[in-house]
């Protein structure tokens, strides 16, 4: 673990229940090779990893987690073979079926994280799920008596996507995002922790696919 | 478009914003084969189908949407390959950007879907998104004034799983689920479905694995 929140309450990342589970899926024959080589090439330290039979879970830090998830599908891209990562990344809701945080603690963010370019092209879907209850949330008015508007932070989030030059459109329920496999985690990473400075429980979800054969050249 | 919502403002199932967009991988050289025949062998009548290079949407009425997916997740497993699909369910959020309603419309419902089965096991990763505003949602008080508990709902999705004798497991950030993959997209639709009657926006995710070599016999 190598970031504590910025708050008078340090929680751990695992104590905030701050992770990602992805499934990554290579399609080829030789998969199992490619699967096992990427993961087992990715720097775990400071990380909880559960790989099981459908997706892997990686516990940690923020800046870590995203390292780690970068590596492994850079890595199984550098085969050359057709891949899809499908990606959740949740904070703010730790425990199995309840989210129980210490009291007082209600939203963390962290610092952002930055990733090293891959020069891998990844074509992605996105969406961003804040998931508000019934205490003040972004759009609150200023005595947090509005429990706000989950599509405030949406549109905020992308908006940072349009800025990176990562943005490629819209579909239906998910925002599309193409560059560098670093710009996009990054993109969507920050956005999440951004969102979840002021909504304790914020999950986001990404698909991405490289090597395409039907991918469209620039 | 075969079925309605029931209520007095008769919006169609498009209307709503309801739809699903899938990402089929096949972890197997031959996989454009298996991919393409899955999509051509699956009857897409009434339903509005765009295949992109990182997901396929699906819109139309719930029974049909469900139908469509269960036979083309059914028809790629069937060629023997290992395979996941990446599943998102939406309703009430139309638009591209922006979730715009008619006015007075806040949350529909639907008839539940009914799968034939399909002797295929499916092991999948499952989350429930109820996704609150301001307004009164599962939870609230009589009147209103409590936005209600976004956990509530979804306590109550895995508790028919567990009726449904599906369910296999809470994992962090997904509840496992194992069993005939009929049974689980009509557990994961008709839960997305409930919850849609009192909340307006509720997306569902699914990430369904089959014919793993490393999934672990009855």
């Known amino acids: 673990m190598t970031q504590t929140p910025s708050t008078s309450t340090a929680l751990s990342p695992s ?7 992805f499934t990554l899926s290579v399609y080829d024959s030789n998969y199992v090779e490619v699967i096992l080589d990427a993961l087992a090439a990715a720097d775990a330290s400071g990380l909880e990893i559960e790989t099981g ?3 892997t879970f990686v ?7 995203l390292e780690f998830l970068c590596a492994v599908v850079a890595r199984a891209a550098q ?4 891949l899809s990562a499908s990606i959740l990344l949740s904070r703010g809701c730790p425990g199995e079926l309840q989210c129980e945080l210490p009291q007082g603690v209600s939203a963390l963010g962290a610092a952002p994280v930055q990733l090293d370019r891959t020069g891998i092209r990844a074509r992605s879907h996105w969406s961003l799920y804040p998931l508000l209850d019934d205490g003040p949330g972004p759009g609150s008015d200023s005595d947090g008596g509005a429990a706000g ?6 549109m905020a989030a992308i908006e940072r996507a349009k800025e990176r030059g990562i943005y490629s459109g819209s579909d239906r329920f998910a925002t599309r995002l193409d560059g560098d496999l670093s710009d996009v985690l990054e993109t969507v990473a920050n956005t999440w922790i951004d969102v979840g400075s002021s909504v304790q429980h914020v999950v986001t979800h990404l698909v991405v696919s490289i090597n395409s054969p039907s991918q469209i050249a620039d």
């Open 15 to 21: 104590q905030y229940g701050v992770g990602a589970r």
């Open 79 to 82: 085969s050359g073979a057709h």
């Open 53 to 55: 039979d459908i997706s």
């Open 59 to 65: 516990g940690g830090g923020e800046q870590r987690i």
């Open 149 to 154: 508007d989950h599509m405030t932070p949406i």
